[in-house]
């Protein structure tokens, strides 16, 4: 039986000033209208790290830098199996003046609990939830 990898995905979880970055998922392709962290699958011999800034970059118009792991969680989803790697990342404009663009935006803490992730993501809510 011929058996695939799992996708290494870099995912950024920016937080600045107690507030997250948080978009949704396109109306096609999978877990299509679910929220999500910016990020996605990291390409040939590209750390989860640089994937996670550069995807980021691309996705939201924000230049980060990635601070520490938070959460390296495999999970099977009909569509494919991932291997997530959660970074914490900070802005690198530091004067709050950057607005993300393709529909991102800044959630509070509070807001985050509510909204509608991805099933993987759960561990990574209930780390942030205690930090
Ligand atoms: N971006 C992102 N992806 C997540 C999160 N949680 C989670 O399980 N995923 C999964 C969904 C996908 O299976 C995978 C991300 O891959 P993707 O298909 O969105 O990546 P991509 O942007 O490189 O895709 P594409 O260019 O090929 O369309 O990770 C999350 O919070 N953010």
């Known amino acids: 039986m011929k058996t695939h990898s799992p996708q290494v995905i870099g995912i950024a979880v920016l937080e600045s000033g107690g507030r997250f970055l948080v978009g949704c998922r396109g109306s096609d392709g999978p877990l299509a209208g679910y929220d ?19 995807e980021c970059g691309e996705e939201t118009g924000l230049a980060v830098e990635a601070v520490e792991l938070l959460l390296r969680r495999e999970f099977a989803y009909a569509h ?4 997530l790697h959660f970074w914490r990342c900070r802005p690198v404009d530091t004067t709050g003046d950057a607005a993300p663009e393709n529909g991102f935006r800044w959630v509070t803490a509070d807001e985050l609990a509510t909204l509608h992730f991805p099933e993987a993501n759960a561990p990574l809510l209930e780390l942030l939830r205690s930090l």
């Open 36 to 54: 999500e962290f910016p990020g996605g699958k990291c390409r040939a011999d590209e750390s989860p790290a640089a994937c996670a800034v550069r």
């Open 80 to 83: 494919a199996t991932v291997d």
